[in-house]
């Protein structure tokens, strides 16, 4: 891809997320007396958002690809610690201070 | 109507404004996530290759931390843009439901007022919202608007001026501390919480291993893949739990 059509790739990203938006956020909003939600779908969506999160965030901390020999990430090693911290505190703030920390840490006295 | 009444129905009466500050003083223990969220988000889209323009474009007008970070890596891979939407509307689910549960309060308002309410809305407003008025009879009336907007104004703006700093800023973050992780972490801070019982915990596991496995695919094929895997895992130990207590 070249510069200019990549920029354009970017922008087509953004206008389509800002379409997410509305449909997502507005879409219940403006036409929810029209659309009722089936106990069943409502139901249903709820487990959405953990199935996409863990999708987006497994690949990040524990990518492989054929001919690789395993090895584990520093990042998962880190998001471990993040995890931890979490279930100790419940706060969102924490987990982000004690995940980078922690990355740096390992980081730093890995080889 | 004169212009003049018309202009001071808009305006906040005594009585909305107490309700308002009621919804500020709610929201305010959610504003330092929301700040250091803000400002991660904002240096992770610089990081990830966007320019200020696109990255402050992106800021303003998707306001759309968990869509937002979602999409980084996908668009630093080049995924196809049909993806990129799909993944982003996955991780906004959660507003159709969050919508569905608060449509019944704002549903007398004009489209337009029902539009900006909508678009602007957040999962703090969601969760103050409905433990305050959930349960209450009457549905739809001033302070249940103005609790809102006390909650989602400062929200927006707090946000927004997190995010566009950490654009700003994100020349002055070296690459070697890999700050784009911690955009990772705040979706990990998302997740954790939303995992709350066992469907939920069939539901993770289930999407993980696919999510895992299935990053061999082609065009991210694996993320749909696990979404649904992850679903209908969810529903069936939902059902499988149901059917065991009920016997």
């Given at each position: 891809m070249s510069d200019w059509q990549y920029d354009w790739y970017v922008l087509g990203a953004i206008a389509l997320l800002v379409l997410c938006s509305l449909l997502t956020r507005s879409g219940y909003f403006m036409f929810g007396d029209l659309l009722p939600l089936t106990e069943r779908m409502r139901r249903a969506l709820r487990f959405a958002p953990v199935a996409a999160l863990a999708a987006i965030i497994i690949p990040e901390l524990l990518p492989w690809a054929y001919g690789d020999t395993p090895r584990l990430d520093i990042k998962a090693l880190a998001s471990l610690v993040a995890v931890l911290v979490f279930i100790r505190t419940r706060n969102a703030v924490w987990v982000i201070v004690a995940g980078m920390v922690s990355f740096w840490l390992i980081r730093a006295v890995m080889p | 109507m004169s212009a003049f009444t018309r202009l001071s129905a808009l305006l906040p009466s005594a009585q909305d404004r107490v309700h308002m500050r009621a919804g500020f003083i709610d929201f305010i223990p959610a504003l330092i996530a929301t700040v250091v969220w803000g400002f991660v988000t904002g240096v992770a889209m610089v990081?990830?290759?966007?320019?200020?323009?696109?990255?402050?474009?992106?800021?303003?007008?998707?306001?759309?931390?968990?869509?937002?970070?979602?999409?980084?890596?996908?668009?630093?891979?080049?995924?196809?843009?049909?993806?990129?939407?799909?993944?982003?509307?996955?991780?906004?689910?959660?507003?159709?439901?969050?919508?569905?549960?608060?449509?019944?309060?704002?549903?007398?308002?004009?489209?337009?007022?029902?539009?900006?309410?909508?678009?602007?809305?957040?999962?703090?407003?969601?969760?103050?919202?409905?433990?305050?008025?959930?349960?209450?009879?009457?549905?739809?009336?001033?302070?249940?608007?103005?609790?809102?907007?006390?909650?989602?104004?400062?929200?927006?703006?707090?946000?927004?001026?997190?995010?566009?700093?950490?654009?700003?800023?994100?020349?002055?973050?070296?690459?070697?501390?890999?700050?784009?992780?911690?955009?990772?972490?705040?979706?990990?801070?998302?997740?954790?919480p939303l995992v709350n019982n066992r469907a939920m915990w069939a539901c993770l596991v289930t999407a993980s291993v696919i999510a895992w496995v299935g990053q061999a695919l082609p065009l991210r094929l694996g993320l749909v893949a696990a979404v649904l895997g992850g679903v209908l895992a969810g529903v069936a130990a939902e059902q499988l739990q149901r059917h065991r207590d009920a016997r």
């Open positions: - | 990081k990830s290759g966007l320019s200020g323009l696109e990255a402050t474009l992106m800021t303003l007008f998707v306001y759309a931390g968990s869509a937002q970070l979602t999409a980084l890596p996908l668009i630093e891979s080049h995924a196809p843009l049909w993806l990129i939407f799909t993944a982003g509307f996955i991780v906004n689910i959660r507003f159709i439901i969050f919508g569905a549960a608060l449509q019944p309060f704002f549903r007398h308002l004009s489209w337009k007022k029902r539009l900006g309410l909508g678009y602007i809305t957040s999962d703090m407003v969601f969760v103050l919202f409905m433990s305050k008025y959930g349960d209450s009879k009457e549905r739809g009336s001033r302070e249940h608007l103005w609790y809102y907007l006390g909650i989602i104004l400062p929200g927006w703006l707090s946000w927004q001026i997190a995010s566009l700093s950490g654009i700003v800023l994100s020349a002055y973050v070296p690459p070697s501390w890999s700050l784009e992780f911690a955009a990772i972490l705040a979706l990990l801070a998302l997740l954790i």
